[in-house]
């Protein structure tokens, strides 16, 4: 049994609202839909999801990074990664990608098939003052880099972030490591009328993202459901509890420790100030975005 005061329940949902970004590809936009939608530190999460190609061909051509980390999730499709730095990464089924913008970075993620579905999910993660300017980085991760954990109850785990714990079972750390929010980030599946629990750090702030089936999400008295393609922000607590409906569920679960630092966004510059904003756009015109300092 657990303990109903701990667990976190749904204190917010954002319905993902249908968007296109890059060069028009169309995408379901939860947190970063509009300025206040978000949960620090946690800028924006888009998914892709289309069996149709005319609605991902066009990919993301070249476009400009700064202040921020972006974390491309994979589970079905293809996109090839690129960057001024020299970076070139096969983004496949089941793989991700970790980039840390810093300073500044220049990239592309354009798509590698012209059929088929393609599913995934980016994400933005806010980078403390301090981190800002430092230099960008990209960290490449094949679908065998990324632990898949069987749940003892039915379903599975995959940990891109952070440390899955489970029972007595052994700790499985994800991939990444050493970020300063100290983010989770787990692709949780589960079949019908299957439970995860998972402790996180009660300074964190969580939300789980659905984007299969639909699942209850809080104590098994008084949970809330949550809906296909709609993120659930959630309260303070130190356990996440998810129990899914009749038809399975498949759910991001995220967290992180906030920044509690003032966000200023232009498009794809997100700082603590306009004038820093200011001075972005302002590099990246003059082809010093890049640089270092």
Known sequence: MSD???????????PAMPSSDGAGVKILRSLGQRQNARLDPF???DEIYSDDARDYLAGFPSH??????????????????????GNKGDLRSGG??????????IHSE???QES?????FQLWINLPAREKMKPASYKDLQSEDIPGVALPAGGSVKVIAGTLQIGDAAPVPGPIRGITTDPILFDVTLPAGASFRHAVAADHNAFVYVYAGGLRVGPQEGGQTLRTHS??????GTVIELSAGNAGAGVLVLAARPLNEPVVQYGPFVMNTVQEIEQAIRDYQRGELTLAA
């Open 4 to 14: 109903d005061g701990s667990v976190r329940r749904i204190q917010q949902i954002l």
């Open 43 to 45: 800028l924006m999460l």
């Open 64 to 85: 400009p990074h700064r202040g921020f980390e972006t974390v491309t999730y994979m589970r079905e499709g293809h996109m090839l990664h690129e960057d001024h730095l």
């Open 96 to 105: 991700a990608q970790w980039m840390t913008a810093g300073r500044g970075i």
């Open 110 to 112: 354009m798509p590698q």
């Open 116 to 120: 088929g579905r393609m599913h995934g």
């Open 231 to 236: 993120a659930g922000l959630l309260t303070p």
